[in-house]
């Protein structure tokens, strides 16, 4: 248990990052405990029947509540200055039930159209399907938002950075016109992660992650959180879970409490690693277009320096030669390994229009900038000497 006089309410998130919302057992154990268990007993039939009447606060089954995934959910929470946060078992989970819980037939949708593609899927094809209004904007562009938003609007979705353009959007100017027309914010803040952004302090109404990616930060386990208001997190979203059961594993809770405790390290690595790179490919011969928000370049640079504390780790850029000429590069690899995960300790790097971003139309990734030839970075934790080695063998053989 943090006792008063540590006041946890006055730590930075760093601090929060590796004590935040420990509780200990009467072992009193160093490292959070990993409580396996889907149920929990009573003592009496008299506890059970107060547990069920909620008179009495306690748990009583891991698709509602569990003591790791307790811990985890209290340190994001504090870590991201929010009120409330519950945990789910992927981040798609996570967006899906932060919509669907809110949302009803006749509502209406206003969401940036550079998406991750499941996103994309929930909010073009699915909810349609339940008789949810989507509108898409792009997501740079104020007066498609202010016109969208013109109309009351229930909800606004969108992710900045974008997946995998790294589109920066005004996270102030967005939640002022979309708190105008009636909507709640919602932010996929998974690029960033809670370190770099903080949405809720530029008027987001609610936060979600896919702790895959940098929570974990290496590789290991899928999970997915969401931070709102008290009143939202009880009110709509808690029954929502407990009676779909979108359920974070304890051991993944435990996992993510661990990748907590290095994810301000690893982000600093992450971020000087990325600059490195960034800039090492905007001056490498056969590299077009470089986009990544540290780069002076990138066309909303000047937004991204006044919303974001550190430009993160993931880079797109343009080899030549259209899509022969990426998979040249991609082949000719050797420690930077093709898969589309990102956010993880080993540099990834993978080809979205042949894979993340296959599915839609050509018309629509051109209009993303998804190009032929456009990759996507993830920068991990190597020495960026050798990941520059790397990249300069592999563009030499994709010119050649
Ligand atoms: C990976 C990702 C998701 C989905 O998370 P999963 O844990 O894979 O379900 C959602 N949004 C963004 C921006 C992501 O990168």
């Known amino acids: 248990m943090t006792s008063d006089q540590h006041r946890p309410g006055t730590w930075h998130p760093a601090t929060h990052l590796v004590q935040g919302g420990t509780e200990r057992t009467p072992h009193q154990e160093t490292s959070e405990a990993l409580f396996l268990t889907s149920g929990y007993v009573y003592e009496t039939a008299e506890e059970a029947e107060a547990a069920f009447s909620n008179n009495l606060q306690r748990y009583v089954y891991s698709r509602y509540a569990n003591p790791t995934l307790s811990m985890l959910e209290e340190r994001l929470r504090l870590i991201e200055g929010a009120e409330a946060c519950r945990t789910t078992s992927s981040g798609m989970a996570a967006v899906f039930a932060a919509l669907a819980s809110q949302l009803a037939a006749g509502d209406r949708v206003v969401a940036s159209r550079a998406l991750f593609g499941s996103c994309l899927y929930i909010v073009s094809d699915l909810l349609p399907r339940f008789g949810v209004e989507t509108v898409l904007v792009d997501g740079t562009d104020l007066n498609q938002w202010e016109e969208a938003l013109s109309t009351r609007t229930n909800c606004v979705f969108l992710e900045t950075p974008s997946n995998p353009g790294l589109e920066i959007i ?92 290095t994810l301000d390290l690893r982000m600093e690595r992450h971020c000087r690693n990325a600059s490195t790179v960034a800039r090492f490919l905007e001056s490498a011969q056969g590299v077009g277009k470089v986009l990544f928000p540290g780069l002076e370049s990138h066309p909303q640079y000047a937004l991204a320096r006044k919303q974001m504390s550190g430009p993160g780790n993931m880079i797109a850029f343009e080899v030549e030669g259209g899509k022969d000429g990426a998979f040249r590069f991609l082949n000719a690899l050797r420690l930077i390994r093709i898969s589309n995960n990102l956010g993880d300790a080993k540099s990834l790097v993978c080809h979205p229009a042949t894979t993340t971003h296959q599915r839609l139309a050509e018309e629509e990734r051109r209009r993303l900038g998804i190009t032929d030839g456009l990759l996507r970075l993830s920068v991990g934790l190597e020495d960026a000497r050798d990941l520059e080695s790397d990249i300069a063998r592999a563009l030499a053989a994709a010119g050649s």
Not at 195 to 212: F, H, K, W
Not at 221 to 245: M, N, Q, W, Y
């Open 170 to 261: 005004d996270l102030a100017a967005v939640s002022d016109l979309a708190h105008r027309a009636g909507a709640c914010v919602v932010v996929d803040n998974v690029f960033a992660t809670p370190l770099l952004q903080r949405p809720m302090e530029l008027g987001a109404d609610i936060v979600v992650y896919s702790a895959t990616k940098h929570i974990d930060g290496q590789g290991r386990c899928l999970g997915g959180a969401i931070l709102g208001t008290k009143e939202f997190v009880s009110d709509k979203l808690t029954p929502f879970v407990r009676h779909t059961g979108p359920a974070m594993s304890p051991f993944n809770a435990w996992v993510m409490l661990k990748g907590l405790e």
